[in-house]
């Protein structure tokens, strides 16, 4: 299994991007799917969730900005993330518990990254 994360790139403060998690690889499940981000110097912090049912949760920090969705049928998480400020620079992660088979066990895995930077 793989995921790999797109969507980071530059852009102003107050403009939007949006990243993408695809899954890949013997898959029979995805449940729960976070994204996290870690800034220079600073330790990895959840964004937002996503349960299999749909529900969603996110930090303090992003809500009422970002957005978090899923398309089961594409085994793809999205990110939303709008009105960007500089604070929200960092590497952003994108994390699910996967089941591989329907007996489990259930799998941490992690993308590789994408950069997000916020410019003032």
């Known amino acids: 299994v793989a995921l790999v994360e797109s969507g980071g790139g530059l852009v102003q403060a107050g403009g939007s991007l949006r990243l993408s998690c695809v899954a890949s690889?013997?898959?029979?499940?995805?449940?729960?799917v976070r994204w996290y981000r870690q800034a220079p110097g600073e330790q990895r912090e959840v964004v937002a969730g996503?349960?299999?049912?749909?529900?969603?949760n996110y930090a303090l920090s992003v809500k009422g900005r970002f957005t978090i969705s899923r398309d089961n049928a594409k085994n793809t998480v999205y990110l939303q993330m709008n009105s960007l400020k500089p604070e929200d620079t960092a590497v952003y992660y994108c994390?699910?518990?996967?089941?591989?088979?329907?007996?489990?066990?259930?799998?941490?895995?992690w993308g590789q990254g994408t950069q997000v930077t916020v410019s003032s």
């Open positions: 690889g013997n898959i029979f499940s995805i449940n729960t």
């Open positions: 994390n699910a518990l996967i089941l591989q088979e329907s007996w489990g066990p259930e799998l941490e895995y």
């Open positions: 996503v349960i299999s049912g749909g529900s969603t």
